[in-house]
């Protein structure tokens, strides 16, 4: 469940916990015509990173050369949280953090398996998140939207919060 958090740190905290909660977000490259893809994503608070396994052969992967801007998007499943992340998206050969990332559903995904010489693996370092944490009774929720939507001048209802925070120099 979200919460309306009141600092940065806090917002920073929060976001990371739903991106480790959730696992999964829609990703793309910044001025590119390819669509968002939905993406398991690896959580790495430590080094302020996510991972992320795909094909050498999609277009994500291709499109990403040397590194790219990208972004990406990721809505918890209360819907009570939302977050937009900028950053920078690479390509990367690190054979002990894919060891460490290798599952048996990531495994589905290539014919080889682990030695596919298909296997890619991406690192997002975000540099910016938008974020926005509401409450997640949908019944306060609605009582707010009511009373708000029923009173004249009464202002907008208090369901949440939107924060922008700096991540890049916060890992």
């Keep these: 469940m979200a919460r309306k958090v009141e ?4 917002a920073r905290e929060q976001l990371w916990a739903q991106l480790d909660k959730g696992r999964v977000s829609m990703l793309w490259l910044k001025d590119s015509p390819q669509h968002p893809q939905p993406m398991t994503h690896f959580t790495d608070e430590e080094d302020g990173v996510l991972w992320y396994i795909t094909s ?9 050369g040397a590194g790219r801007e990208a972004a990406l998007t990721y809505v ?5 949280y939302h977050a937009s992340v900028t950053g920078q998206l690479e390509i990367v050969q690190d054979a002990a953090k894919l060891d460490e990332l290798w599952s048996t559903p ?5 014919e080889g398996g ?3 010489p298909k296997v890619c693996l991406l690192r997002f370092t975000p ?5 926005w944490a509401s409450e997640a009774n949908m019944v306060l929720v609605g009582l707010k939207l009511l009373r708000a ?3 004249e001048g009464g202002g907008y209802p208090d369901i949440g919060v939107h924060r922008v925070i700096k991540l890049a120099d916060a890992a």
Excluded: H, K, M, P
């Design 56 to 64: 050498s052969d999609t277009d994500l992967a291709q499109g990403i």
């Design 7 to 10: 600092t940065d740190e806090g």
């Design 127 to 131: 540099d910016e998140a938008a974020i």
């Design 114 to 116: 682990r030695n596919d």
């Design 149 to 151: 939507g029923l009173s």
């Design 106 to 110: 990531v495994a589905a995904w290539f």
């Design 76 to 80: 918890s499943s209360n819907q009570d």
